[in-house]
């Protein structure tokens, strides 16, 4: 009888608890971001005003607080790929194009990231891949880090594939990527061994102007 | 793919660039945008009200009104608008909608009028987000509803060309159709209610031989009560028959729970009849008439508010299952209390657990008869805490049990709940349709796209006859089908698929390699490293599966045969090019198969062989892709044919 009381009156309190964490998170989202100028972002990137303007409004429109946290991120990224899971891979772009580490994507970073890949030198965009592969940013990509990429990219194609995904497919791919990558078989690719190959690698050069007129 | 994500689709792209160094195989091209235009903004005159969006806006959604050419048939050419006499309130939702992503419902707003708008501006109404799914699902009901009821007030209009049966069934159901149901109706309530007294008085003494104990009535007059028990079973035989046969579903009939009643209702008399003079079971037929009491049950065709207290403690069995269960708990407790308290006394009354079971029992329900009662202490003091908290146990689920048969007589939620489940799943289906829609958009796209295969793999050093003609005719015919954000978005996956060497597909495809995969051994499947032997022996034991059929002009010259599967190589890249492309293609060929599916259709009719001779020898294949490639380590051995 009195067990059944003390049920009871536990619930009215479970209920306060959860009012008070979504009016924290009212709060949090208040958090608003204005970018720089029009022109300081000219000059700092290859775009041009109108190019920055189109995208600043695609940007605006998707988050409306001016800056995007890994969450949205994860969630924009996933929606191009349906079939597979894309937040491990949006986890290591996220940090890619978060180049001052705060946890948030503003728009400037944003546009930074983009620059460089949509509009840099072919050295610029191997020097950003390396960045993305090297995980921990010591410069060397281990091939631990390297899985970790393999994993999150084979991730994204999702579960029916053809022909059918196996567990050390990801593995053999890094092999394969070390064997190409790794002169001096050290066991770690350093960004002058990496931008070495892939600057002799047709099918890489070729790829790096493929995405050239995205914009 | 949603609204505002198409504005992040150039980001997705560039943000490829991050599997260019880890790919092995060469990307497909970039589909172009054959005539860029400005982003311009268009204006939407509606019924005098103007609204402006950019162009791009509205065509991240191509299946609806505004986001396809059919806008074209409501330009204005003088004003250079696009005039809709439509509800300007309304459409305030529907351009939000593709500002935003997401489908609002105002609820100021009459459901039916939105409802037409959506339909006129070919938006599913499935897709309102979560914010307002509910109201608009409860306005929805509440309006279905009331449609239904003022059809089923027309239902009771008589159809013509009813036959007899269903003209018997629908005087059973609704009494007020027509006189002569009315009638029926009435007797029998009327017998009913007869039996019932009947049964009621035939134990009432009524006076008694000067020298006999009181009798009851029912043995006093055994005739009569005999004749009027006959009379009202007779009347219900012959009721139940009648709508055994107008009944549409017999079986379901004899199922539900009036015609239960009924049945048991008569039985007794029957078993009674078979049964007479016979004493040993004599008491077993006193038993049976305690049945007859089940005909007072017959009253709920008659009465609404019966049926209604039947659903309510249908629908309260969770609640009422709980009252029970922590009554049994605290009559266990008490009872056990209360036997050990009174085990000293004397003369006590409580000689058992069970015992005390009554008395726990008559207590918490605040009856007290006195029959049982402490007379220790001890056993007074538990004895009060047991009447009190008796009253709370029974307080409590009370409340709830009289909330739903307020809530079902107002508003019928066990159907509702039902309806609404159907419809969850079925919108939960829809939206999984469009997610899925999407991938399979790119899987569809890609069959179209094969020949984009085609063009690029001429790319490659060593190929080609291609004749420049067949590439513009095939570019034209992709272009009327995709936007451009879908190519965008569809070369994007096949660059991935490129970087990864492994295809999408659809779920059914994938079982069924899955299943093949599991029956058959190979040797290895995954992307095979390189080794200059191994290089026929990884491609080439991929047997294709028996349901390619050959192709239709297998007739060509040895060297024009559609091959089940391609190998690539190339000169200074050795390692890494015989990770073959092998599974591509024989899915590619799998679905040439299927080239009845919605392919371009204007395409279907050139035909294009694309052979690439090669030297020195040319593969021996067959059609059912037996294939061997003589495996010639310093040979190139390129040989691609696709036929489409």
Redesign the interface.
Known sequence: MGALMVIFSLQPKQRRKTTDSVEDELELSAVRHRPEGLEQLEAQTRFSRKELQILYRGFKNECPSGVVNEDTFKDIYAQFFPQGDASTYAHFLFNAFDTDHNGSVSFEDFVMGLSILLRGTVQEKLIWAFNLYDINKDGYITKEEMLDIMKAIYDMMGKCTYPVLKEETPRQHVEVFFQKMDKNKDGVVTIDEFIDCCQNDENIMRSMHLFENVL | ??A??A?????????????????????P??P??KNKRQ?ELIILNVSGRRFQTWRNTLDRYPDTLLGSSEKEFFYNEETKEYFFDRDPDVFRSVLNFY??GKLHYPRYECISSYDEELAFFGIVPEIIGDCCYEEYKDRKRENVERLMDDQEDNKDAKLPNMTFRETMWRAFENPHTSTMALVFYYVTGFFIAVSVITNVVETVPCGSAPNQKEVPCGERYTVAFFCMDTACVMIFTVEYLMRLYAAPNRYRFMRSVMSIIDVVAILPYYIGLVMTDNEDVSGAFVTLRVFRVFRIFKFSRHSQGLRILGYTLKSCASELGFLLF?LTM?IIIFATVMFYAEKGSSSSKFTSIPASFWYTIVTMTTLGYGDMVPKTIAGKIFGSICSL?GV??IA?PVPVIVSNFSRIYHQNQRADKRRAQKMQKARLARIRLS??G??NAFLHSKRNGLFNEALELTQLPYKMNLSNQGNTEEEKCLSKSTSLIES??HH??H???K??N??????Q??QQ??LE?GLQNYPS???S?SSQDGVTGTCCTRRSKKRHTPLPNASAPAHMQPLTHTHTHQQ??Q??STIHIQ?LST?RSSLNMRIDEPAPLNCQSSQITTAIISIPTPPVTTPEGDAHLPAGPTHQNVVKVSAL
Not at chain 2, 11 to 25: Q, S
Not at chain 2, 502 to 507: A, C, K, L, S, Y
């Open positions: 793919m949603a505002g994500v504005a992040w689709l150039p980001f997705a792209r560039a943000a490829a660039i991050g599997w260019m160094p880890v790919a092995n195989l060469p990307m091209i970039a172009t945008e982003d500002r935003t922590s605290a908290s709370l146990v409590l997610k899925t999407s991938s965008q978005h994007l996956l660059c991935l698929e970087t990864t492994h295809e999408f597909v659809d779920e495809y994938y390699s899955y995969a499947q995954s992307p490293l200074g890249l390692e890494l599974p899915s």
